[in-house]
């Protein structure tokens, strides 16, 4: 059988920065997954933009938790993904983790991503659909934050997952 | 400051795993409603599918049976956000388990996508754990994600898996489904 889940590529911040981009994505895989774990300056929330496409493309729908109810919300033409419904927290890592399904296909794209973010006695939990409304194949991605700058030491990975 | 990551077309510096491994893909026909992986063997702690789903039309659902076995032997429990609100419900003595919980169901522009994770699949002395995250947004009112655990009540090694739309719809051309196998 074949190996089908390569770690394409991966940096940890030496300083704080305001994105993470991944460039020149080729289109060997079925499916991308992002995974993102580390803090930020300011408990922004965390977003993703595919192909520098900045316009109304993107919307979501979301199901979280919070710290006894659980919830839903949903977003419509945005300019962004959002990966976290909570911020990216400030003190205790936060985890983020994103399928991206048949990127390299001439479909809308959708996106699934979990957020775990417990801050003892705040943060949250949450589930998130996303949906890019672009038939074009997805070459490159930013990470963003809604404020400040991931901190030192966030990790973010990007994988390919290659079906037979 | 901002980084930026280049990436080789070669995939960079890959490193890859060999405990998570391809066993077989299909692609939906256009003219039936039905994928299936047959023969799978019993070589993996756990299998994980991946869909993309499209259907001919709108507001139908999926299901999973295993081993082919269509009586009431599957159970679940489904935790949904629908926008509105999150919402829970679940169903006893099923034919079949279903994988999005009966709310906006499918739609033929906007891709469905769904992980299925079935545990401990070939055992021969446990019933099967099916644990499934998948979502849908359409950019409106009726998207929806969530999560969903089924039971399938056998003790039999799982060698067959079925995914399969209501209604008498199909998957279009661009729907796509990949079994994985995970070692233990």
Excluded at chain 1, 31 to 51: E, K, M, P, W, Y
Excluded at chain 1, 61 to 86: I, R
Excluded at chain 1, 148 to 164: R, S, V
């Amino acid at each position: 059988m074949a190996t089908t889940y390569d770690k394409i590529a991966t940096t940890t911040l030496a300083s704080a920065a305001a994105t993470i981009t991944f460039s020149s994505i080729a289109a060997t895989y079925t499916d991308l997954r992002l995974v993102l774990i580390g803090t930020s300056t300011a408990g922004g929330g965390v977003r993703l933009q595919f192909n520098s496409d900045t316009a109304t493309n993107y919307s979501n729908t979301q199901l979280y938790g919070f710290p006894a109810s659980a919830y839903s919300g949903q977003e419509t033409n945005k300019t962004y993904c959002d990966l976290s419904v909570f911020g990216f927290e400030v003190t205790n890592p936060c985890f983020i983790s994103t399928d991206i399904f048949s990127y390299a296909g001439s479909t809308y794209k959708t996106l699934l991503a979990e957020y775990s973010g417990d801050q003892n006695g705040s943060g949250g939990v949450a589930r998130i659909v996303n949906l890019w409304r672009s038939t074009s194949a997805i070459t490159s991605m930013q990470l963003s934050l809604s404020a400040g700058n991931y901190k030192i030491g966030t990790t973010a990975t990007l994988y390919g997952i290659k079906a037979a | 400051m901002s980084l930026i990551l280049g990436i080789l077309d070669s995939g960079g510096a890959a490193a890859s795993t060999s405990s998570y491994e391809s066993i077989a893909s299909a692609t939906g026909t256009g003219s039936s409603g039905t994928i299936t992986f047959s023969s799978i063997p019993a070589t993996y702690s756990s299998l994980q599918i991946r869909c993309c789903i499209l259907a001919s039309a709108s507001n139908e659902f999926v299901s999973l049976q295993l081993n082919s076995n269509t009586g009431s032997n599957y159970t679940r429990h489904s935790l949904q956000g629908i926008g509105t609100s999150a919402v829970a419900d679940g169903a006893a003595n099923s034919s079949s388990i279903n994988l999005d919980g009966n709310y906006w169901g499918l739609q033929s522009s906007y891709p469905t996508v769904t992980i299925i994770d079935i545990l401990d699949y070939a055992s021969t002395t446990k019933f099967k754990t099916v644990r499934v995250f998948n979502g849908q947004d359409n950019n409106s009112n009726r998207g929806q994600v969530g999560l969903c655990s089924g039971v399938y009540r056998s003790t039999t090694a799982i060698s067959t898996v079925t995914i399969n739309i209501s209604g008498g719809i199909n998957y279009t051309t661009n729907s796509t489904f990949a079994l994985y196998g995970i070692k233990g």
